[in-house]
């Protein structure tokens, strides 16, 4: 049996998308956060003496990496190295390695594939023959199935390993990251395929044993809840056994639940802090730090809204405030980033059924216009500023959603706000 790290988008460095952080020591500690992942990795790898280590590629977050993920990686190997540890790695889409020129010399325990599918060997302390096939990426795209150039399982050794950075093109996913049929992949024969480059672990097919492990720290609310990698063990003849271990000391947390009705400032902070509570003892049962975005989902009683509309965000402020403080005394930290509201489909805009039509249809039109949305972000990409302090960091797609989102909310909200007040005064 062979044991082995199976790791892939480590992200090394990056920042953290669309996330309102105002807080310093929040900043702060997600400035670490991939970094303290990677090394609890490296050390799981070291107390676990695993014969071998793999990485799928995306170990850094730009072609350009930056000088602090490049020491902290080269440092990981050499303690690596030390524990006499192998380490076979590729490029992803995000590191894909352009120009070795400006890439830090690594110790010779690690084997980066190059650009055509290789097949590397090694041996393992008790004697079991391993062959691992592989490629790097070379430029951001790869439109190509690069399935067939893998070879047949190599029947010389004990256990034959592939390792792919790329998208299940079988699924929706998109198809310019080296896309691949599983049951292509199965045809090699292989043992293990180790997967890269979907952010979500999971495992896509069984016998061989196909799986993602997932990034090792989530950088948004899309990638909540634990992260980390996978310790494999596996038997000549394809039994497999996984292992999930969580290395993100951060982890995003994000919770929905019912508004219910509101008729007071005080029920309103009962509301709230009951659903925070949940999230603060879910730090302290896994013993892991909190971003917490917790979402209030209401039928549209104008009541309730009102209450929301008019203290949701001090609210907000005021248990961040609070938070702090505990924070200061407690081994799990909790951030509450952001409250949010959402008033379900059915719900009665406005008492004008004309009014709720045409914003019903206002929305649809621009929801699926695309066009016009890129239009929108092409223009923004001329501002200067915007490139500088805003367009890098940010997930398109999802600055979409929270745009509409928010107008949506926005709109709603006054609504109802405007209606409340007409009954109170
Ligand atoms: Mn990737």
Known sequence: MVRFIHTADLHLDQTFKNLPIKDDYLQHALAEATLNSFDNLIQTAINEQVDFFLIVGDIYHGARA??????????????????????????????????ANHRLKLPNNVHIFGHEVETKYLSTHRGEKVAISGFSYDQQWIADDR????????????????????????????????????????????????L???????????????VYPGNIQGASFKEDGAKGALIVNLEKGGYT??????????????STRELGLVDSLESLRNTIEVALHDHIMYAKDEAV??????????????ESLYWWHTYADELLEQLQWSLRNQNASRAQKVYLVALDIQVNNQAVWSPSPVFNDSMKRAFEDITSDDEQFQTLVADLEKNGQWQRLVGANIDVDQFKADILAKAKEQIILEQASYSQEQRRF
């Open 147 to 194: 399935s067939a150039e893998y070879p047949t399982r190599d029947p010389l050794v004990d256990i034959h390993i592939g390792m792919i950075h790329g998208d299940n093109s079988s699924s929706n996913g998109q198809k310019h990251y080296a896309p691949f049929n599983p049951s292509d992949l199965v045809s090699h024969g292989f043992d293990y395929w180790a």
């Open 196 to 210: 890269g480059h979907i952010h979500k672990g999971q495992v896509l097919y069984e016998n061989p044993t196909m």
């Open 289 to 302: 730090n909190v971003i917490s975005r917790m979402t209030f989902t209401t039928n549209g009683d104008e």
């Open 66 to 99: 930056t000088l602090r993920a490049q020491f902290a990686f080269a440092n990981g190997m050499q303690r690596l190295a030390d524990a006499e540890i192998p380490v076979y790695m590729l490029y992803g889409n995000h590191d894909f390695d352009a120009d």
């Open 241 to 254: 056994n996984l292992e999930f271990i969580e290395t993100a000391e951060w982890q995003f947390q994000q």
